[in-house]
């Protein structure tokens, strides 16, 4: 049964950094794209970071410089550190496995981790 298990969140000062983690079991991790997803009261679910099975990342625009999203295949886990965190970063971080392939096809979500920010 696949399971992703975030953790790292909590609350925070404007200016500070956390590192949430996600970690896998369940699935192939190294052949998954992973991906961070937020979603702030009312708002939309909004996709934040993305790392392919082969590395390549991608970011939103709006914490592009301020994010890092990386993977340990040996630890099956995906990181997100994030760095000058502002108010509108608050939300509910939510991490996302996906692959599309001929043979494979799957989305899997974790329950989320509340990030915080405030003074």
């Known amino acids: 049964q696949a399971q992703l298990a975030e953790s790292g969140g909590g609350l925070v000062q404007p200016g500070g950094s956390l590192r949430l983690s996600c970690v896998a079991s369940g699935f192939t991790f190294s052949s998954s794209d992973m991906q961070w997803y937020r979603q702030g009261p009312g708002t939309r679910r909004e996709l934040v970071a993305a790392?392919?099975?082969?590395?390549?990342?991608t970011y939103a625009d709006s914490v592009k410089g301020r994010f890092t999203i990386t993977r340990d295949n040996a630890k099956k886990t995906v990181y997100l550190q994030m760095n000058n965190l502002i108010p509108d970063d608050t939300a509910g971080y939510y991490c996302?496995?996906?692959?599309?392939?001929?043979?494979?096809?799957?989305?899997?979500w974790g329950g989320g981790t509340q990030v915080t920010v405030s003074s």
């Open positions: 790392i392919t099975s082969t590395g390549r990342t």
């Open positions: 996302k496995a996906l692959r599309r392939s001929m043979t494979s096809s799957y989305d899997y």
